[in-house]
């Protein structure tokens, strides 16, 4: 693996540039139009114009990103997360024109990316999973048999969904139907798959998922879990590592339920195997696999000290996790806050624009991974996260206390981010405290907010 051809933009790319370099490994960016200005650009040996604005023109494109690999003489391709990380057809098609993939086998991505398939795989392996439907449905009369059959409330999720697209709580049996269709025409719209299935639906739950790696030679490691319940409309707004909640007992029988399934389908890269815990119950249920690198990465490498997206470039190199020295006991805490361009006192309405200032905390214990910068104009076409800010501290307590400080710190200027949206949440007893679910941010602290803040 001597060239890779970065199939990305923003913060993971440039992340994806730089882990390059440090390995010898020499890079072939891509940018569409508007994205002339990213630093990834810079970073990579040489970049290349995708096309225009439109994804499907662009970072979609997947014609075009092979012909680029193949005039470039790339022989691998890093799909960093979203866009085509989780497509099976581009991992295959990569294979089929000689390129490595950085990621998980074809049949791995399909697999697990078939919430339906991936729920009956892991039931065959053991796994606990949430009561539902054995099917995926695409028409609302026949999933209504199902759904009377589990009982309500029901989660109605997309099979090839994930990002909370095209999922649906429904109460009871009377807005079945006109919810089936709502998230039937979003998960067509978003993924060209509209199938549904059904999952009970537990009130007061909180997301856990743990970080695994594979390799070629049946190697499977875990790096611990990671919890991720602040969240809003199921997108993620702030993860840490460990959780505070979870007990030792609870927390390895996690993790090696996390191993039994990436290992029983032969898993190769990063991925992260996703739970429930409910907290009543002291149980936890596996809702689905993502075959790529998470957003929320960073913490696990704090508390590890580890870089997952270098240990992917070894592990699709050949390289065997056996051989390698990584580190057994995770150290401290860490957390994660999401920095995107939206005014969450509007809806969380997206803000495009020029940054106008740009100038992130310097501290020990203190990192942000971003592609912005002073004078970078933030396009209206992509993903609205234009960092991430991580702080590690010697416990909980310390991690917050070095975020309160973090955050006061950080000047972003020019557009409406999620900065004060964080500062809010440090000053709340309930997010200090670990007391969240994943519904804690719409029906708590957002209405508490409403009110005048405070108690």
Same mark, same amino acid.
């Given at each position: 693996?001597?060239?890779?051809?970065?199939?990305?933009? !923003? /913060?993971?790319?440039l992340?994806?540039?730089?882990?390059?370099?440090?390995? !010898?490994?020499?890079?072939?960016?891509?940018?569409?139009?508007?994205?002339g200005?990213?630093p =990834?650009?810079?970073?990579?040996d040489?970049?290349?114009?995708?096309?225009?604005?439109?994804?499907?023109?662009?970072?979609?494109?997947?014609?075009? &990103?092979?012909?680029?690999a193949?005039?470039?003489?790339?022989?691998?391709?890093?799909?960093?997360?979203?866009?085509?990380?989780?497509?099976?057809?581009?991992?295959?098609?990569?294979? #089929?024109?000689?390129? #490595?993939?950085? !990621?998980?086998?074809?049949?791995?991505?399909?697999?697990?990316?078939?919430?339906?398939?991936?729920? @009956?795989?892991?039931?065959?392996?053991?796994?606990?999973?949430?009561?539902?439907?054995?099917? $995926?449905?695409?028409?609302?009369?026949?999933? @209504?048999? #199902?759904? *009377?059959?589990?009982?309500?409330p029901l989660?109605?999720?997309? *099979?090839?969904?994930?990002?909370?697209?095209?999922?649906?709580?429904?109460?009871?049996?009377?807005?079945?139907?006109g &919810?089936?269709?709502?998230?039937?025409?979003?998960?067509? $719209?978003?993924?060209?798959?509209?199938?549904?299935y059904l999952?009970?639906?537990?009130?007061?739950v909180?997301?856990?998922?743990?970080?695994?790696?594979?390799?070629?030679?049946?190697?499977? %490691?875990?790096? !611990?879990?990671?919890?991720?319940?602040v969240?809003? %409309?199921?997108?993620?707004?702030?993860?840490?590592?460990?959780?505070?909640?979870l007990?030792? /007992?609870?927390?390895?029988?996690l993790? /090696? +339920?996390?191993?039994?399934?990436?290992?029983?389908?032969?898993y /190769?890269?990063?991925?992260?195997?996703?739970?429930?815990?409910?907290?009543?119950?002291?149980?936890?249920?596996?809702?689905?696999?993502? +075959?790529?690198?998470?957003?929320?990465?960073?913490?696990?490498?704090?508390?590890?000290?580890?870089d997952?997206?270098?240990?992917?470039? %070894?592990?699709? %190199?050949?390289?065997?996790l056996?051989?390698?020295?990584?580190?057994?006991?995770?150290?401290? =805490?860490?957390?994660?806050?999401?920095?995107?361009? @939206?005014?969450?006192?509007?809806?969380?309405?997206?803000?495009?624009?020029?940054?106008?200032?740009?100038?992130?905390?310097?501290?020990?214990?203190?990192?942000?991974?971003?592609?912005?910068?002073? $004078?970078?104009?933030?396009?209206?076409?992509?993903?609205?996260m234009?960092?991430?800010?991580?702080v =590690?501290?010697?416990? *909980?307590? $310390?991690?917050?206390?070095?975020?309160?400080?973090?955050?006061?710190?950080?000047?972003?200027?020019?557009?409406?981010? +999620?900065?004060?949206?964080?500062?809010?949440?440090?000053?709340?007893?309930?997010?200090?405290?670990?007391?969240?679910?994943?519904?804690?941010? @719409?029906?708590?602290?957002?209405?508490?907010?409403?009110?005048?803040?405070? *108690?």
């Open positions: 693996m001597q060239h890779v051809l970065i199939a990305n933009r !923003g /913060e993971i790319a992340r994806a540039a730089r882990v390059c370099r440090q390995l !010898g490994i020499k890079t072939t960016a891509v940018h569409s139009r508007p994205d200005n990213l =990834h650009l810079w970073a990579a040489q970049a290349v114009c995708i096309g225009p604005a439109p994804s499907q023109q662009s970072y979609l494109n997947v014609p075009a &990103l092979l012909h680029v193949r005039n470039e003489g790339c022989d691998a391709i890093y799909p960093g997360y979203g866009f085509l990380a989780e497509n099976a057809e581009f991992a295959e098609r990569c294979i #089929a024109g000689g390129f #490595a993939f950085i !990621g998980p086998r074809p049949e791995a991505i399909r697999m697990m990316g078939d919430k339906s398939r991936a729920r @009956e795989t892991a039931v065959e392996l053991g796994l606990p999973v949430v009561p539902g439907s054995e099917a $995926a449905y695409e028409d609302a009369a026949t999933a @209504e048999e #199902a759904a *009377r059959q589990i009982g309500f989660l109605l999720k997309a *099979r090839s969904g994930g990002g909370g697209r095209g999922m649906r709580v429904c109460p009871e049996a009377s807005a079945f139907s &919810l089936f269709g709502q998230a039937h025409s979003e998960a067509a $719209a978003a993924f060209s798959d509209g199938a549904i999952e009970r639906f537990f009130d007061k909180r997301h856990v998922e743990v970080q695994i790696v594979g390799d070629r030679h049946g190697n499977v %490691r875990h790096f !611990g879990e990671r919890d991720c319940s969240q809003r %409309r199921h997108q993620k707004l702030v993860e840490e590592a460990p959780s505070p909640v007990d030792a /007992e609870t927390r390895g029988r993790h /090696e +339920t996390a191993v039994t399934l990436a290992r029983g389908i032969g /190769e890269g990063a991925g992260t195997v996703e739970f429930i815990y409910v907290p009543e119950e002291n149980h936890f249920y596996f809702i689905e696999m993502n +075959t790529r690198i998470q957003v929320e990465h960073p913490v696990s490498e704090e508390i590890y000290g580890l997952l997206i270098a240990l992917q470039m %070894r592990v699709a %190199r050949g390289e065997s056996a051989e390698m020295s990584l580190p057994q006991t995770p150290k401290g =805490h860490a957390i994660e806050f999401r920095i995107n361009a @939206e005014d969450w006192r509007r809806n969380f309405q997206p803000s495009p624009g020029t940054i106008s200032a740009w100038a992130p905390p310097v501290r020990q214990g203190v990192r942000t991974d971003s592609q912005a910068y002073e $004078a970078y104009r933030i396009p209206p076409y992509y993903d609205s234009i960092g991430k800010l991580i =590690h501290g010697a416990d *909980r307590d $310390a991690a917050l206390a070095l975020a309160e400080k973090a955050l006061a710190e950080f000047t972003c200027e020019g557009v409406a981010t +999620t900065l004060d949206l964080h500062r809010q949440f440090l000053k709340d007893p309930d997010f200090r405290s670990g007391a969240v679910d994943t519904r804690w941010v @719409e029906n708590v602290f957002l209405p508490r907010m409403a009110e005048g803040g405070g *108690r």
